[in-house]
T-cell receptor
Framework: DSGVTQTPKHLITATGQRVTLRCSPR?????VYWYQQSLDQGLQFLIQ???????AKGNILERFSAQQFPDLHSELNLSSLELGDSALYFC?????????????FGPGTRLTVL | GNSVTQMEGPVTLSEEAFLTINCTYT??????LFWYVQYPGEGLQLLLK?????DKGSNKGFEATYRKETTSFHLEKGSVQVSDSAVYFC???????????FGKGTKLTVNP
């Protein structure tokens, strides 16, 4: 158990809908990352927050947004869902923002768009 | 840009066989290098890491050495077990950036 929790574990929804994925980082970790794992794209970095502020953006679509709250939990919002958004979404956390810090991953949320 | 290339899988071995999974990278400067493992139905777990050239990361019998001259970080284990069956991801983290860049993953199956 990494100490990172993600809810829900599974999500099934329809095209055009909007969903929210939730992540609670390990106790004491200030940095949260979101990654998408799909069969065709592999594991891709989406976005990072540090202590409530957006710090880095990767290949995140404009239909997707995220935020980190004062209690440091984070939410990833996916809207106008398309079939191609079906993937495993991972959250990871680390203590700070050094490139030697270990990122600890949650178990993931599997999103299926029908 | 930064990238990681892993050997294509799947890899199938018998128990107690020697394992090598090749990983090479492209990056500027001196990235940190990682191997993560994903067991069936689970998230990614850090297996080992190395943060500078010639460092050797090791854990659970797995080893990988950061080779700057060949830009490689090959994963090895002398004697695999059935419980090592999983998908293995090589990743790098560039200085000045905290995001991980992953290879495509290599699926390992170990048969008794």
């Amino acid at each position: 158990d990494s100490g990172v929790t993600q809810t829900p574990k599974h999500l099934i929804t329809a095209t055009g809908q909007r969903v929210t994925l939730r992540c609670s980082p390990r106790s004491g970790d200030l940095s949260v990352y979101w990654y998408q794992q799909s069969l065709d794209q592999g594991l891709q970095f989406l976005i990072q927050y540090y202590n409530g502020e957006e710090r880095a953006k990767g290949n995140i679509l404009e239909r997707f947004s995220a935020q980190q709250f004062p209690d440091l939990h984070s939410e990833l919002n996916l809207s106008s869902l398309e079939l191609g958004d079906s993937a495993l979404y991972f959250c990871a956390s680390s203590v700070a923002v050094s490139n030697t810090d270990t990122q600890y991953f949650g178990p993931g949320t599997r999103l299926t768009v029908l | 840009g930064n990238s990681v290339t892993q050997m294509e899988g799947p890899v199938t071995l018998s128990e107690e066989a020697f394992l090598t999974i090749n990983c090479t990278y492209t990056a500027t400067g001196y990235p940190s290098l990682f191997w993560y493992v994903q067991y069936p139905g689970e998230g990614l777990q850090l297996l080992l890491k190395a943060t500078k050239a010639d460092d050797k990361g090791s854990n659970k019998g797995f080893e990988a050495t950061y080779r700057k001259e060949t830009t490689s970080f090959h994963l090895e284990k002398g004697s695999v077990q059935v419980s090592d069956s999983a998908v293995y991801f090589c990743a790098l983290r560039q200085g000045g950036s905290e995001k991980l860049v992953f290879g495509k993953g290599t699926k390992l199956t170990v048969n008794p």
